[in-house]
C-alpha cells in the first residue's frame, strides 16, 4: 500500500482551494529558508568576530553615566 496524495479533478472547487493553501504553504517556506540563511550568516559573522578579538588585548572602560534622568 503506498502514501500517494490523490488530488480532486482539476474542475473541482476542492482543487481550486487546494492549490492556493499550498501556495500559501511554499511561500512561507521559502520565507523560512530565508530567515534560517540570513540567521546562519550572522552567526558565522559574530563567530569570526569571536575568533578575531579572542586573542586582543583589551581596554578596561568605565561605563557611567553623567546625568539621570527621572
Do not use: K
Not at 24 to 53: C, K, M
Amino acid at each position: 500500500m503506498t502514501n500517494a496524495i490523490i488530488l480532486p479533478p482539476p474542475s473541482s472547487p476542492e482543487r481550486s482551494r487546494l492549490l492556493p493553501v499550498n501556495l500559501i504553504r511554499r511561500r512561507a517556506l521559502d520565507r523560512l529558508y530565508r530567515r534560517r540563511f540570513a540567521v546562519e550568516g550572522l552567526i558565522h559573522s559574530l563567530e569570526e568576530y569571536q575568533l578575531a578579538h579572542e586573542n586582543a588585548p583589551g581596554e578596561c572602560i568605565s561605563l557611567r553615566t553623567a546625568a539621570m534622568w527621572s
